[in-house]
């Protein structure tokens, strides 16, 4: 091996063990909320449905590129690469999704006593979890055309007009329908994604008025900074940065590939460690909360 396999071997190895530790303590830790009996919040419901999909996107990425980066050749099948691609790009959309309907319910949850606001809170649980189990389907239907054209790749045949994925290849098309095949896919992406930076935007906006509120009930010295309202406001912020930046910088890899004729294994190892960087991160940012 190679000193950059090895260095990649480590990466990926590091990230998909680190992100599954992380995932599988928030696991333990409603598990035992369960068996003690406590009733848990509408939010953690969401937030199981995020580590589910964390699991996937971790394992079917990391676990295939620590294959090919330690040498193993032929390690899938045909079966193998279609299973593999299709949860990772389910696990992905969920992930999305999920944090942008946490996002959408907290801003309900703190939106002030109105009645237009009151009527939305009546019915903000059953309509967010009604999105939440179709997001699962949607991203089924959204990313069934991954297991028509992914395969193993033969290393002895020809292979100069597929797409190659380290163990797995794609069928390569024309210009015009990778375009319109990297606009599907990155679209809705898109669309939660600026759901998700309003709702946490207007969270800030909320709780800065209460904020200017409580400097007239406060006494004089009233410092911002140490009150809760600066460290929740601190945490959606670092949560919406965190999940904007990597999505951004996987959404932009993921349409080069998409458009590209030979892709480089730098871009797809690239790609790869950016796609695993918020499952391996969030569940720290939930568990130090």
Not at 11 to 16: A, G
Not at 123 to 150: D, R
Request: overall charge positive.
């Amino acid at each position: 091996m190679e000193t950059s396999d090895v260095v990649i071997s480590v990466i990926f190895m590091s990230q998909t063990v680190v992100g599954i530790l992380g995932n599988s303590f928030l696991v333990y830790h409603y598990l035992m909320l369960y068996f003690m009996g406590c009733r848990l919040k509408f939010t953690d419901w969401i937030l199981q449905h995020l580590i589910v999909a964390n699991f996937l996107t971790l394992l079917c990425k990391g676990v295939p590129h620590i294959v090919s980066a330690f040498g193993w050749k032929d390690f899938f099948n045909d079966i193998e690469c279609k299973l593999i691609f299709f949860l990772h790009r389910i696990g992905r959309g969920v992930s999305i999704s999920s944090t942008c309907f946490l996002s959408v319910f907290q801003a309900i949850t703190i939106s002030p006593k109105t009645a237009r606001w009151r009527q939305l809170k009546v019915k903000s649980h059953s309509s967010i979890a009604s999105c939440v189990y179709m997001s699962w389907a949607l991203s089924f239907l959204i990313n069934i055309t991954f297991p028509m054209e992914m395969r193993a790749i033969q290393y002895n045949k020809n292979i100069t007009r597929e797409r190659v994925y380290e163990q797995c290849s794609s069928v390569q098309h024309d210009k015009t329908t990778d375009i319109v095949s990297a606009i599907f896919l990155t679209l809705p992406d898109v669309l939660l994604m600026l759901l998700m930076i309003w709702s946490s935007s207007y969270m800030v906006f909320i709780l800065y008025r209460h904020k200017q509120r409580m400097k007239h009930i406060h006494r004089s010295n009233f410092s911002f900074r140490s009150s809760p309202e600066f460290r929740v406001t601190k945490t959606i912020m670092l949560l919406v940065s965190t999940f904007v930046f990597f999505y951004t910088v996987s959404c932009v890899l993921q349409i080069n590939m998409a458009l590209a004729h030979s892709l480089t294994f730098l871009w797809v190892n690239m790609a790869t460690v950016v796609a695993a960087c918020f499952p391996t991160v969030s569940p720290f940012l939930v568990i130090s909360r």
